[in-house]
């Protein structure tokens, strides 16, 4: 006959001990504690946090701020966004030479009022690269007035972070087109000017000589005639 045996089996540190005795067997594991995760877990996400982010879970119909945030949604927009190890680029499905600048760059340009991730990232890149493209300024003309009225809705913007983004959107437009946008300026120049007192004073008057700088003498009286106390740098 044999006899029953019994084995039992120790270590010391994170041990395991297990007895046997006939049928009866028993184990016991010591678990080392995991530290919990400090504030160095947020460190990825810092970038996108004072940016709404949706919920990819939620079974409500999305409602976007803007015809971009639809069409970026259903393709229409022709680009995506890259994550690198560094930053952020946009991937065009087609060279920008292919780009339909009618009706893209007038998604693009109504995207500036987005505040939701990603489209508050990819509609101010998306715009850059458009109107800084190759050939841009022959696309651009004919549909500038469209264009144009779109950046008035974000300049008349009353958050600060999308009227900056107008401004500088300002800013590449007049240094793509030159001259073209000096029939449409006013549009512009009135409510640049309504935020002018509202800390943008210095970056106000950039874009200002920007323009002046860029759509020559004949946009001057445009530009005083709105901004009285501006100073020429042409004269």
Known sequence: KRTPTSTTRKTTRGSTTTTKKGSTSSTTTKKKKVKPIGSHSKISTLKFEKHKKGNPFSTKTKRYKT??????????????????????????????EQVMYNPVLITVTEGLLETNHPYVIVAPIAFKELVEAEGAQTRIVPILNRVVLALRKVLESGDKTTFNLGLTATQQLVTAVGPALVPHVNHLLIQIKRNIDRGFRKEIMETLNLIEECCGEEVTPKIKSKVPTYESILF
């Open 67 to 96: 015809k971009f945030g639809s069409d970026y949604e259903a393709g229409s927009v022709p680009c995506r966004i890259h994550h690198t190890t560094a930053d952020m680029k946009l991937k065009w499905d087609c060279p920008l």
